[in-house]
T-cell receptor, first 113, second 110 residues
């Protein structure tokens, strides 16, 4: 079945550095992908919509200059957390729709020290 | 998207049926009822969806009331691996993202 692959699954970085997270649709094309963030014991919160070949759209309160999204092909979207700070530590999840259902990556746990 | 209401938590004995309710009284006529679950530290997983009729697949059954204001997800023989947060979501099946509520934390107990 359709799979969304997310990499890395876990990353620890120092405050002030940038981290790139990749999301790939493995056997289907996704013109749109979605990025979520999840804090401990909370639900998934939509951050942004990644559109192939055009700019991403961000939810209210999400800084577009801090969370850079690139959707350069029909199977790859990347989220770069720039100048990361401890408050950016979270679980980041991507998703894409194929036919009538969404597929999700297994998430990236980011810890900023 | 319809607002959904689910109990925050439920327990179920291993091997028994788990019945997870969801209220979606504001669901529109063309909105599907979707169920996803999230096992700890993983991405959400699709379970089942339906519009009007009851549905069954290898994972679960979905019972939707005739007025479509509520539904029940049934895991017929719950196992410890079914312990997860279960989300009931109204979705138009278009290109809009899923909006997650708080879901129901199901604990399957040995």
């Amino acid at each position: 079945g359709a799979v969304v692959s997310q990499h890395p699954s876990r990353v620890i970085c120092k405050s002030g550095t940038s981290v790139k997270i990749e999301c790939r649709s493995l056997d289907f094309q996704a013109t749109t992908m979605f990025w979520y963030r999840q804090f401990p014991k909370k639900s998934l919160m939509l951050m942004a919509t990644s559109n192939e070949g055009s700019k991403a759209t961000y939810e209210q309160g999400v800084e577009k200059d801090k969370f850079l999204i690139n959707h350069a092909s029909l199977t790859l979207s990347t989220l770069t957390v720039t100048s990361a700070h401890p408050e950016d530590s979270s679980f980041y999840i991507c998703s894409a729709r194929e036919l009538k259902r969404f597929h999700f990556g297994n998430g990236t746990r980011l810890t900023v020290t | 998207d319809a607002k959904t209401t689910q109990p925050p938590s439920m327990d179920c004995a291993e091997g028994r049926a788990a019945n997870l309710p969801c209220n979606h009284s504001t669901i529109s006529g063309n909105e599907y009822v979707y169920w996803y679950r999230q096992i700890h530290s993983q991405g959400p997983q699709y379970i089942i969806h339906g519009l009007k009729n009851n549905e069954t697949n290898e994972m679960a059954s979905l019972i939707i009331t005739e007025d479509r204001k509520s539904s029940t997800l049934i895991l017929p023989h719950a196992t410890l691996r079914d312990t997860a947060v279960y989300y009931c979501i109204g979705d138009l099946a278009g290109n809009t993202p899923l909006v997650f509520g708080k879901g129901t934390r199901l604990s399957v107990i040995a």
